[in-house]
């Protein structure tokens, strides 16, 4: 997946002063991480977007805003009358992210067409 979407929470300009709601939970500044952001949010070259975030990640390993302690393996259960659970088209007609899975912050269920069968 793409982790154009996670940047809410690396980049440095989200860092709010303790005390002020901050999306960049650890208040991490960091110039070489936004510079590493900014470069793979503005071209559309997918080897310079990958050495971008392969540099965005190196940084994060380097300062550790972030010590993940756990890791959550989410399950989603429903009876066999359910339908379109995961993965269904969206209000739009576009394809829905996968449930979950690597990249994804949180665990949506995106419920645009599920439905119970009859039985």
């Given at each position: 997946p793409d982790p154009d979407y996670e940047q809410v929470w690396w980049r440095g300009t989200n860092a709010k002063p303790v005390g002020e709601v901050s999306l960049n939970f650890p208040r991490h500044q960091d110039a070489a991480t936004d510079a590493a952001l900014d470069l793979a949010r503005t071209t559309d070259d997918v080897a310079t977007r990958?050495?971008?975030?392969?540099?965005?990640?190196?940084?994060?390993?380097?300062?550790?805003?972030?010590?993940?302690?756990?890791?959550?393996?989410?399950?989603?259960?429903?009876?066999?009358?359910?339908?379109g659970i995961a993965n269904g088209p969206l209000p739009d007609g576009q394809a829905a992210r996968p449930l979950g899975g690597p990249g994804s912050f949180s665990y949506h269920t995106f419920l645009t067409q599920t439905w119970l069968a009859d039985g």
């Open positions: 990958k050495q971008a975030y392969d540099t965005v990640q190196e940084r994060l390993a380097e300062n550790l805003p972030y010590i993940y302690l756990t890791y959550l393996d989410p399950v989603v259960a429903a009876t066999n009358r359910v339908r």
